[in-house]
C-alpha cells in the first residue's frame, strides 16, 4: 500500500515571499503521477500541479513549482510571489499508474498554508 | 462548461438513518470516485465506478454502497449511519487516465 506524509501541518509565509510545502511517499510502483492539491475554505478540491514519476524534468505551472526527487520518494511544491488567495489546505496525493483497476488518490494530512499581508 | 457538482451541500442526519449523496460529474468525464474526508484530515478513498460498475474500493464496510447510472452521474449511499460517518464527502470525476476534478462537497452531520 501507498503512503504519503506531510510533516509540516502548518505554514506562513509574507506575501510576495516564497515558500516551500514538503511531502515523502512510499511505494513499491515504479509508475506512478503525484499532485498538489489546494482545499480553499470553499472546500473545493482544485489541481495545483501534477509530475509523472517517469519524467526528470521538474512540472512547473506558473508560480508553483516542484522538486521531484524520485529515489529519495520526496515530492516539495514551491510557491513563489505568494498571494493572498494562495492561503489554504494543500494536499499532496499519489496515484498509482492506471490500470484496468482503477485510478484512486492517496493523500497526506494537508499542509495549512497562511499568507500573511 | 459545468464542473463535478454534488447535492445537496448539507445534510443533517440521526444515527441508524440512510442517506443518498448524488454527483454529476463535469461533462466529457467518465469516471466518478468518491472520497471521505473527516475534519482536519486528508481525504480517504471510498470507491471509484467506470462504465456504470465499482472498479476499485477503498477500507470501508458494507454499509457503503454506490452506482453509476447511464449518464455517468453516481450516487453514495450509506446505511445504518454511525458517529463517525460525520464528514465531508467528495465526488471526483475525469477521464479513465486523467487528473481527478472535484465538487465542492456534501457535508454530513450525524446527531
Known amino acids: 500500500a501507498q503512503t504519503v506524509t506531510q510533516s509540516q501541518p502548518e505554514m506562513s509565509v509574507q506575501e510576495a515571499e516564497t515558500v516551500t510545502l514538503s511531502c515523502t511517499y512510499d511505494?513499491?510502483?515504479?509508475?506512478?503521477?503525484l499532485f498538489w492539491y489546494k482545499q480553499p475554505p470553499s472546500r473545493q478540491m482544485i489541481l495545483v500541479i501534477r509530475?509523472?514519476?517517469?519524467?526528470?524534468q521538474n512540472a512547473t505551472e506558473n508560480r508553483f513549482s516542484v522538486n521531484f526527487q524520485k529515489a529519495a520518494k520526496s515530492f516539495s511544491l514551491k510557491i513563489s510571489d505568494s498571494q493572498l488567495g494562495d492561503t489554504a489546505m494543500y494536499f499532496c496525493?499519489?496515484?498509482?499508474?492506471?490500470?484496468?483497476?482503477?485510478?484512486?488518490?492517496?493523500f497526506g494530512e494537508g499542509t495549512q498554508l497562511t499568507v500573511n499581508p | 462548461d459545468a464542473g463535478v457538482t454534488q447535492s445537496p451541500t448539507h445534510l443533517i442526519k440521526t444515527r441508524g438513518q440512510q442517506v443518498t449523496l448524488r454527483c454529476s460529474p463535469k461533462?466529457?468525464?467518465?469516471?466518478v470516485s468518491w472520497y471521505q474526508q473527516a475534519l482536519g484530515q486528508g481525504p480517504q478513498f471510498i470507491f471509484q465506478?467506470?462504465?456504470?460498475?465499482?472498479?476499485q474500493r477503498g477500507n470501508f464496510p458494507d454499509r457503503f454502497s454506490g452506482h453509476q447510472f447511464p449518464n455517468y452521474s453516481s450516487e453514495l449511499n450509506v446505511n445504518a449511519l454511525l458517529l463517525g460517518d460525520s464528514a465531508l464527502y467528495l465526488c471526483?470525476?475525469?477521464?479513465?487516465?486523467?487528473?481527478?476534478?472535484f465538487g465542492d462537497g456534501t457535508r454530513l452531520s450525524i446527531l
Open positions: 496525493a499519489f496515484m498509482k499508474h492506471v490500470s484496468t483497476s482503477g485510478s484512486r488518490l492517496t
Open positions: 509530475q509523472e514519476a517517469y519524467k526528470q
Open positions: 461533462s466529457g468525464h467518465d469516471t
Open positions: 511505494t513499491s510502483e515504479n509508475n506512478y503521477y
Open positions: 465506478y467506470y462504465e456504470e460498475e465499482e472498479r
Open positions: 471526483a470525476s475525469s477521464l479513465w487516465s486523467q487528473p481527478q476534478h
